[in-house]
């Protein structure tokens, strides 16, 4: 199996950063794409951002886009979520996802494996 741990989340004020952090271990694939996702109390889960499995492309949300972007480590084991100009409505648990394949997706269905989520609280 494949375990993601998330970590980065906490409590800052409108227009602050903060970066988050998804490690996968376990079972490894030849490649693979990462996504982040969050849910808001009260809504579905959406997309937030995407990145392939070389790292050349990233796709985002339109929400996020210009404020939000998604890289690997060297390692490709890693992803980060660095966040910026953050909102009140950013507020949400956020996850990161793997894709088995080489591109990524912005539907949650095309994800396997999803970590347990970290809450990012952006106060007003």
């Known amino acids: 199996q494949v375990q993601l741990v998330e970590s980065g989340g906490g409590l800052v004020q409108a227009g602050g950063s903060l970066r988050l952090s998804c490690t996968a271990s376990?079972?490894?694939?030849?490649?693979?794409?990462m996504g982040w996702f969050r849910q808001a109390p009260g809504k579905e889960r959406e997309f937030v951002a995407a990145?392939?499995?070389?790292?050349?492309?990233?796709v985002y949300a339109d929400s996020v886009k210009g404020r939000f972007t998604v890289s690997r480590g060297n390692a490709k084991n890693t992803v980060y979520l660095q966040m910026t100009t953050l909102k009140p409505e950013d507020t949400a648990v956020y996850y990161c996802?793997?894709?088995?394949?080489?591109?990524?997706?912005?539907?949650?269905?095309?994800?396997?494996?999803w970590g347990q989520g970290t809450q990012v609280t952006v106060s007003s």
């Open positions: 376990g079972r490894t694939f030849s490649s693979y794409a």
């Open positions: 996802a793997l894709r088995r394949a080489y591109g990524s997706s912005r539907g949650a269905v095309d994800y396997d494996f």
């Open positions: 990145i392939n499995w070389s790292g050349d492309t990233t």
